[in-house]
T-cell receptor, first 115, second 113 residues
Framework: AQSVTQLGSHVSVSEGALVLLRCNYS??????LFWYVQYPNQGLQLLLKYTTGATLVKGINGFEAEFKKSETSFHLTKPSAHMSDAAEYFC?????????????FGKGTHLIIQP | DTGVSQDPRHKITKRGQNVTFRCDPISEHNRLYWYRQTLGQGPEFLTY????????KSRLLSDRFSAERPKGSFSTLEIQRTEQGDSAMYLCASSLGSYNEQFFGPGTRLTVL
C-alpha cells in the first residue's frame, strides 16, 4: 500500500528565507507525486506534480520539488518565503500505479512565516 | 470553468439525523472523488466514480454512507444516522484523464452535535 510521511507538522521560517518541506513516500508501483496547499477554510490547490520524466518539477508561486527515487523523497522548496505562503501543505501519492483512482495524503505541514 | 463547487459549505446537525452533500465537478471531468478530512490530518480517500459508475469504496465508508452520481455529472454523499465521529470536512475533487491531477472543491464542514 502507498503511504506518505511528512516530517514536521509545523515549520517556521523567516520571511525571505528558504522554505524546505519534507516528504517521503512508500510505493509498490511507480509513484505519481503531488504537493497541494490548503488555505484556511478552503479546498486544496495543486502546487506541482511529478508523473514521469524530469525529476525537478517547478510549480506555481515559485515552488519546486525534486523526485529522488533512491531516497524515496519528494521535498518541496522555495528560495524565498513570502508572508502569503503561510498555509497547510500536503504531499500525496497515487493510490495505485498510474491510474486516476484517488490519492493517499500525508498528514500535512503547517508553514509559519515569521516577519 | 467555474471549478468544483460543493453545497452546503457548512452543516450542523444533531446525532441520528441524515445529511446529504452535493458536489458539482468541473463539467468535462469524468472522474469524481470524495475525501474526508479531520482536524490536523490529511484528506482520506472515501470513494470515486468514473462517469456514473462507483468504482471503489474505502473501508472508511461504512454502511451509513452512500454516494451517487446518477448522470455522471453532479454527485451526492449521504450519511444516515449521523454520529459525532462523522464530524469532519468532506472534500470533493474531480479529474480528467489518467494523470490524476485532481481539482478540489472548498469542502463541506459537518458538525454533529
Amino acid at each position: 500500500a502507498q503511504s506518505v510521511t511528512q516530517l514536521g507538522s509545523h515549520v517556521s521560517v523567516s520571511e525571505g528565507a528558504l522554505v524546505l518541506l519534507r516528504c517521503n513516500y512508500s510505493s509498490s508501483v511507480p509513484p505519481y507525486l503531488f504537493w497541494y496547499v490548503q488555505y484556511p477554510n478552503q479546498g486544496l490547490q495543486l502546487l506541482l506534480k511529478y508523473t514521469t520524466g524530469a525529476t525537478l518539477v517547478k510549480g506555481i508561486n515559485g515552488f519546486e520539488a525534486e523526485f529522488k527515487k533512491s531516497e524515496t523523497s519528494f521535498h518541496l522548496t522555495k528560495p524565498s518565503a513570502h508572508m502569503s505562503d503561510a498555509a497547510e501543505y500536503f504531499c500525496a501519492v497515487n493510490r495505485r500505479g498510474g491510474g486516476a483512482d484517488g490519492l493517499t495524503f500525508g498528514k500535512g505541514t503547517h508553514l509559519i512565516i515569521q516577519p | 470553468d467555474t471549478g468544483v463547487s460543493q453545497d452546503p459549505r457548512h452543516k450542523i446537525t444533531k446525532r441520528g439525523q441524515n445529511v446529504t452533500f452535493r458536489c458539482d465537478p468541473i463539467s468535462e471531468h469524468n472522474r469524481l472523488y470524495w475525501y474526508r478530512q479531520t482536524l490536523g490530518q490529511g484528506p482520506e480517500f472515501l470513494t470515486y466514480f468514473q462517469n456514473e459508475a462507483q468504482l471503489e469504496k474505502s473501508r472508511l465508508l461504512s454502511d451509513r454512507f452512500s454516494a451517487e452520481r446518477p448522470k455522471g455529472s453532479f454527485s451526492t454523499l449521504e450519511i444516515q444516522r449521523t454520529e459525532q465521529g462523522d464530524s469532519a470536512m468532506y472534500l470533493c475533487a474531480s479529474s480528467l484523464g489518467s494523470y490524476n491531477e485532481q481539482f478540489f472543491g472548498p469542502g463541506t464542514r459537518l458538525t454533529v452535535l
